[in-house]
């Protein structure tokens, strides 16, 4: 993947116009995202999220968005009600800075809950112009949605003509190569991606249906545009990125190694009587501390904070850097799962049984 990069770098690194890669990197998305018919790349997830936002109030003629409680879509403002990722770690609502009319338009619902939003739809159904969420929450701590949410969801928002917009930026090529609509078989309308499709470069993606995504500028009305997107050297890294998980999809070994590392972490606090949790989706996992089973943002924030502060700091004295906060995700990387589980089992087992 270096070398796709430098070989751009040295053929240009910015052009006025769409390039080749740009369309290839397109069809490779199309190919493998279920529901995906067109797709348009932009810098990151937060204009993934923004873009497919505006294009679901124009389809629709609607005003208000629904997100989840400790659902994290990127730092639009009107977003930012109620966020994960740093906004949960801070503590705070929303963020200084966005006005509560910005986020008037945005209503938040318990995550895992579909009688809550069955509820919701029966009174405002007609008003919603999407429902975005993430399939598997990654931005709370992993909180995988369950499947009657899910479902629940999908049927919801095609009963009231709302569209659904499933937030893969995480968990795009990461659940699998079809994401986590692929895991669920569940499509949305609109899916936005990040992350793994940039190869580390500032790149992400908003797309779906056809009918929709033709609505935006120039073929429709929807404006949004981006003087970086689709950028040579991020879709040479993207192309590159996507190629490798394509020719020999690891999903089996990085899932492997996340199930290894939770039955450590489960028997190590088992055994010393720590109270922990892990949520996992394939190779994303959390360790809640908390006696429960975790399901929602509610339950996310009721865990003790102070005791995963004092395990971070035990396993980074040990030389394991892990996220230092109670609600990211531990993402299992090829490297890690191919040379480091055991030694990194073991590491976990001495730092829980210290708690
Ligand atoms: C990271 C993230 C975003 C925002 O992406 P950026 O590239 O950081 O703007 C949106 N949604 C989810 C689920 C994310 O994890």
Not at 134 to 142: H, K, L, Q, T, Y
Request: net charge negative; with cysteine.
């Amino acid at each position: 993947m270096v070398g796709a990069i430098q070989s751009q770098a040295a053929r240009g690194t910015s052009f006025g116009a769409p390039t080749e890669a740009e369309t290839e990197l397109a069809e490779l998305l199309v190919e493998h995202v279920p529901g995906l018919q067109m797709v348009r790349l932009v810098n990151s997830g937060t204009e993934a999220a923004m873009s497919a936002v505006r294009l679901a109030r124009a389809a629709t003629g609607r005003d208000v968005v629904v997100k989840f409680e400790g659902g994290y879509h990127g730092h639009a403002d009107h977003l930012l009600a109620s966020a994960g990722s740093g906004v949960a770690t801070l503590g705070v609502p929303g963020s200084p800075g966005v006005p509560e009319v910005f986020t008037a338009l945005t209503a938040v619902l318990p995550y895992n809950a579909p009688d809550v939003a069955a509820e919701f739809f029966a009174e405002r159904g007609g008003e919603v112009a999407a429902v975005l969420v993430e399939p598997v929450a990654g931005n709370m701590g992993v909180v995988p949605g369950t499947p009657e949410f899910l479902g629940e969801l999908r049927r919801l928002t095609t009963e009231s003509g709302t569209l659904l917009i499933f937030d893969e930026v995480i968990t795009g090529f990461r659940l699998g190569l079809a994401g986590a609509a692929g895991t669920y078989g569940i499509t949305a309308d609109l899916t936005l991606l990040g992350k793994i499709i940039g190869g580390g470069l500032p790149l992400a993606a908003y797309g779906g249906r056809a009918d929709l995504m033709r609505q935006m500028a120039p073929e429709g009305p929807v404006y949004q545009a981006g003087t970086l997107s689709g950028n040579p050297l991020a879709t040479a890294a993207g192309l590159a990125t996507l190629h490798t998980l394509a020719a020999d999809p690891p999903y089996q070994r990085l899932d492997a190694g996340a199930a290894a590392i939770e039955a450590a972490i489960v028997a190590a606090a088992a055994s010393a009587g720590v109270p922990v949790q892990v949520g996992r989706a394939g190779s994303m996992l959390t360790p809640f501390m908390s006696a429960t089973v975790v399901k929602d943002y509610s339950e996310a924030r009721g865990c003790d904070s102070t005791m995963y502060a004092a395990l971070f700091h035990r396993l980074l004295d040990s030389g394991v850097y892990v996220p230092p906060s109670q609600f990211e995700s531990w993402f299992v990387s090829e490297p890690l799962a191919s040379t480091h589980v055991d030694e990194l089992c073991s590491r976990l087992d001495v730092a829980i049984r210290g708690q």
